[in-house]
């Protein structure tokens, strides 16, 4: 993000912590649905799972729809947008979305994530921003990680469903720099009848010196987790009696999954300007079994498969800013690049038990891609700016299948203008119109194939990029001491809509589709002890052609509403309290089938014993609502409904049952 003009000129100034409000944007962002949450804020929130971190994005829902050890379900600007396409998420300029992997394009696992190491959160949302490549037409987050700890952490915590945490970090002294390390355990069972038993393992090591603006990293980063898997259930079965609504249907659903990595990260400013680059290397690997459709398409072994993904992703980011002049106007240009190659071998079997019966199809994938990217922001007068961008990528696709009817190379390339202007601020307000196109890759298998690995038909080839056309119009305002607030109207268009398939576990594309939204959103500090977020966001999502089928999207979001109270400064005492409405999606596209609201609160006391130790207690879904985390609606059959018989119902993932979580924190 851009931090003013004269920012390479400007020296190097302690930290400082600001406790009278969020960072202030004005004069900063591209556009009014950009933001930075810091260190204090994210402190401050009650997650059950990780990756409900990245909910400090405004209108940002993550959820679960099986074992906890899968990426988690995402929802923002009127998309499902399942594992995480069209949510661009990077740890450290590092990408977290997998493309063309073995369950969902763009999958997104952030069950390697440490929330006690996490200093930012940058969150843009929109194609309005040339730094920002594939997966980033709903929106972009990227969270930053600390090169130096203020002191050492020990944190141990137990609680309900078989909840275990620790935690120990710090950051010593080394050389002339400091050598930061994490190592943390996890397990949790979740109320479910069969227990997730999902255990993890992180472990992290970095070295860095220098600052902010001159300096340097590495970085290895290491997680293991494994898991039983609760997928979604038919909701005929529990409102007859057959299956507890925390019971599942196949015992032997589940997974393991793996991440490793080793990352570096250069940056150096003058007065000439600014230069950063980041280099990564990273393993992963994933063996998921599920079962959706129980014994639908086999009566007698029933209906699990496998998906197993394993590859090698390396990549290389690099930008340069400098100050200049445009016709006679403080101006600064930015050029970047971004180069990424991921090495995949990944397949689909059909499997009982965990047993492999079958191979569906059987895939080695390589995947190229060069991003370029150029942005000038020029300061015309002292209240009007403008941010213009220029993005061009290439990809080239290679698959070798187990069928070479499906195997090809593809090459595909798309170009993406954006725009920004910005007017103010006046009152200490500020006015945005924002226009650009963005895209998403598609699954490489997809692009080359011609025959369907399960039922031998003719299948359609897709494209390999696909366009979206995004503009927005919106005001940030700072007026009310204490307040800061920003409004925004959005449409976005896609040529081509993701559609989940139930029954497959997969998604295909499909139809062209137009969100048009607004979004409102609000950050106050009304005393140094209180802070309040409250957003709303709503969303109408349609398919533009006509179809008997209807125009609505299966699992479009179309209203959020979040509302966050956080105390401190209390003497020894602080708490926080979350509320979360989730609103009703149509599940099929003449919207004869919806999902019910959803409405959790959560909330957490503590008390400080010293300033190095302290003590919280942390409360999940504390009305005990019986609502579900997410729904589908498509066709399944259990072993005792008749042979040959395919049952269209709603099938949906529950939210955890009320618990609670003790946590010790000790700082050495």
């Not at 459709?293 to 496998?306: A, E, I, K, R, T």
């Not at 003719?458 to 119009?473: F, H, M, N, Q, Y």
């Not at 979360?580 to 089938?593: A, C, K, M």
Request: cysteine-free; charged content about 20%; hydrophobic content about 35%.
């Amino acid at each position: 993000m851009h931090h003013g003009l004269a920012s390479a000129q400007e020296k190097e100034l302690p930290a400082v912590v600001v406790e009278t409000s969020r960072t202030s944007q004005l004069g900063i962002a591209e556009s009014a649905n950009t933001g930075i949450v810091t260190q204090q804020q994210l402190e401050a929130r009650t997650v059950y799972r990780t990756g409900e971190l990245l909910e400090a994005t405004p209108g940002l829902i993550v959820s679960q729809h099986s074992g906890e050890g899968k990426a988690n379900q995402f929802y923002l600007r009127g998309f499902n947008l399942d594992h995480g396409t069209d949510l661009r998420t990077t740890i450290d300029g590092m990408p977290v979305n997998q493309r063309s992997h073995g369950h969902g394009q763009g999958w997104t696992d952030l069950n390697f994530l440490v929330p006690e190491l996490t200093t930012l959160l940058e969150y843009r949302k929109g194609p309005y921003y040339a730094a920002e490549g594939d997966f980033a037409s709903a929106g972009a987050v990227n969270v930053r990680y600390a090169e130096r700890l203020e002191q050492g952490i020990a944190s141990i915590g137990i609680g309900q469903n078989g909840y275990r945490r620790t935690l120990l970090a710090d950051s010593p002294q080394s050389g002339n720099g400091n050598l930061l390390y994490a190592l943390e355990l996890f397990r949790n069972d979740g109320p479910f009848i069969q227990p997730d038993d999902y255990r993890r393992l992180n472990g992290l090591l970095r070295y860095a010196e220098g600052s902010a603006g001159n300096g340097f990293n590495v970085t290895a980063m290491a997680y293991r987790g494994k898991w039983n898997a609760t997928d979604q259930i038919p909701l005929r079965a529990v409102e007859s009696g057959r299956l507890d609504r925390f019971g599942t249907i196949d015992t032997t659903d589940g997974g393991d999954a793996s991440r490793y990595s080793l990352s570096g990260a250069w940056r150096k400013t003058t007065a000439a300007g600014q230069t950063q680059a980041t280099a990564y290397l990273v393993r992963n690997e994933m063996d998921l079994y599920s079962n959706f459709s129980y014994f639908l398409n086999d009566p007698v072994n029933g209906d699990q498969f496998n998906q197993r993904d394993k590859r090698t992703t390396a990549g290389v980011n690099a930008s340069h800013s400098w100050p200049a002049m445009l016709m006679g106007k403080d101006s600064e240009n930015t050029v970047g690049i971004q180069l990424q190659n991921d090495n995949i071998g990944n397949g689909l079997f059909h499997t009982v038990a965990r047993r492999r019966l079958a191979t569906t199809r059987a895939d080695r994938i390589a995947e190229f891609s060069t991003g370029i990217h150029f942005e000038n922001t020029t300061r015309w007068t002292d209240s009007f700016r403008s941010v213009a961008g220029l993005r061009h990528d290439f990809y080239r696709f290679d698959v070798d299948s187990d069928n070479p009817l499906n195997s090809g190379k593809v090459n595909d390339r798309i170009t993406s203008p954006k725009l920004g202007l910005i007017f103010g601020p006046w009152a200490k307000t500020e006015y945005y119109f924002n226009f650009g196109t963005g895209f998403h890759s598609n699954d490489a298998r997809g692009t080359t194939i011609t025959v369907d690995p399960a039922t031998g038909t003719t299948a359609d080839r897709v494209p390999g990029l696909v366009r979206s056309k995004g503009a927005e119009i919106g005001v940030r305002t700072e007026f009310i001491p204490g307040l800061q607030s920003s409004l925004s109207l959005y449409q976005l268009d896609f040529d081509s809509e993701l559609i989940f398939v139930g029954d497959a576990g997969t998604t295909e594309a499909g139809r062209p589709s137009r969100r048009i939204g607004i979004e409102f959103n609000n950050y106050y500090k009304p005393t140094r002890w209180l802070t309040i977020d409250a957003d709303l966001a709503f969303a109408r999502a349609r398919f533009r052609d006509s179809d008997p089928a209807g125009r609505r999207i299966p699992g479009a979001l179309e209203g959020v509403a979040s509302l966050a109270l956080a105390l401190d400064n209390l003497g020894p005492y602080f708490g926080a309290l979350q509320l979360r409405y989730f609103g009703p999606r149509p599940l099929i596209e003449d919207n004869s089938v919806r999902s019910k609201s959803t409405a959790t609160i959560n909330g957490r006391i503590g008390y400080k014993f010293s300033k190095k130790v302290r003590v919280e207690l942390e409360g999940f879904n504390l009305t005990n609502r019986r609502h579900s985390a997410i729904d589908y609606y498509y066709a399944s059959r259990l072993a005792d409904e008749p042979a040959g018989s395919a049952t269209g119902d709603i099938h949906f993932h529950p939210i955890e049952s009320r618990s609670f979580r003790l946590t010790m924190n000790m700082h050495f």
